[in-house]
């Protein structure tokens, strides 16, 4: 008999975590890393340590699914910061050259433990959530702790309302004037790099860019399918809270 301790998705609670959020993460998305990893980092790693050896194959439902990697590759992100907090960015530079080695490591090491297999946060994202799921949402929810990333939620998603909370963040980081802003003056469209490395996605339930951002729009700018788009710097500094 298989002595491993399986925990079954119906039995995965993500109380843990959406407390954990709630206590460290503001409505900007900032988080307190100074806080947590003084306060509750060992909450959060013993919370990833139970969901270790959970049976996967017990999900009967996709946004069940939907609901949990996105919630663990935000925890592992996360939990990766506070290993190694104080950090100003996940992409340090080195005699102000970037230090891909370190930034590559960050996003690619296979160390995050799932149902007994070891993942990668870049398998999770384009592996499983990109290629699994037909939700270009995901790309407002997915945060890599970084200014430039969407808004961390300061809750948990759930199986029964991830949906719902995608539709949420898409209206928010498209409302935002730091991710998408146009310039009336020259007619040109400014966003996020997201849509640029992500554009396939976006495409897959619009004809073009701009025509995905309009339909979240809540600003009433003339951008139609052939607006220029121009893409913003993105912002690797952490998203950690300051003043404090």
């Given at each position: 008999?298989?002595?491993v301790?399986?925990?079954?998705?119906?039995?995965?609670?993500?109380?843990?975590?959406?407390?954990?959020?709630?206590?460290?993460v503001?409505?900007?998305?900032?988080?307190?890393?100074?806080?947590?990893?003084?306060?509750?980092?060992?909450?959060?790693?013993?919370?990833?340590?139970?969901?270790?050896?959970m049976?996967?194959?017990?999900?009967?439902?996709?946004?069940?699914?939907?609901?949990?990697?996105?919630?663990?590759?935000?925890?592992f992100?996360?939990?990766?910061?506070?290993?190694?907090?104080?950090?100003?960015?996940?992409?340090?530079?080195?005699?102000?050259v970037?230090n891909?080695?370190?930034?590559?490591w960050?996003?690619?090491?296979?160390?995050?433990?799932?149902?007994?297999?070891?993942?990668?946060?870049n398998?999770?994202?384009?592996?499983?959530?990109?290629?699994?799921?037909?939700?270009?949402?995901l790309h407002?929810?997915?945060?890599?702790?970084?200014?430039?990333?969407?808004?961390?939620?300061?809750?948990?998603?759930?199986?029964?309302?991830?949906?719902?909370?995608?539709?949420?963040?898409?209206?928010?980081?498209?409302?935002?004037?730091?991710?998408?802003?146009y310039?009336?003056?020259?007619?040109?469209?400014y966003?996020?790099?997201?849509?640029?490395?992500?554009?396939?996605?976006?495409?897959?339930?619009?004809?073009?860019?701009?025509?995905y951002?309009?339909?979240?729009?809540?600003?009433?700018?003339?951008?139609?399918?052939?607006?220029?788009?121009?893409?913003?710097?993105?912002?690797?500094?952490?998203n950690?809270?300051?003043?404090?």
């Open positions: 008999m298989n002595s301790f399986t925990v079954t998705v119906a039995m995965i609670n993500f109380a843990t975590w959406d407390n954990l959020l709630s206590q460290y503001d409505s900007q998305g900032r988080v307190n890393y100074q806080a947590w990893k003084g306060e509750s980092s060992q909450s959060l790693n013993q919370w990833l340590a139970e969901l270790e050896e049976d996967i194959h017990s999900m009967s439902h996709p946004d069940e699914q939907l609901a949990l990697w996105i919630n663990l590759y935000n925890a992100t996360i939990a990766s910061i506070l290993e190694h907090y104080p950090i100003a960015s996940i992409q340090p530079k080195l005699f102000g970037p891909w080695i370190a930034f590559l960050f996003f690619y090491r296979p160390t995050h433990k799932v149902a007994g297999r070891y993942y990668s946060l398998h999770i994202e384009h592996n499983i959530l990109r290629r699994e799921f037909d939700e270009p949402r407002f929810a997915l945060v890599c702790a970084s200014i430039g990333c969407p808004l961390l939620r300061n809750g948990a998603y759930w199986s029964k309302s991830v949906r719902t909370q995608l539709e949420e963040d898409a209206i928010r980081f498209i409302n935002n004037p730091d991710k998408v802003c310039d009336s003056q020259t007619q040109t469209l966003c996020s790099k997201i849509f640029k490395w992500y554009r396939k996605d976006f495409l897959k339930v619009t004809p073009s860019v701009p025509d951002i309009r339909s979240y729009l809540k600003s009433d700018f003339p951008i139609g399918s052939n607006t220029p788009i121009a893409y913003l710097d993105y912002d690797w500094a952490l950690q809270q300051t003043g404090i």
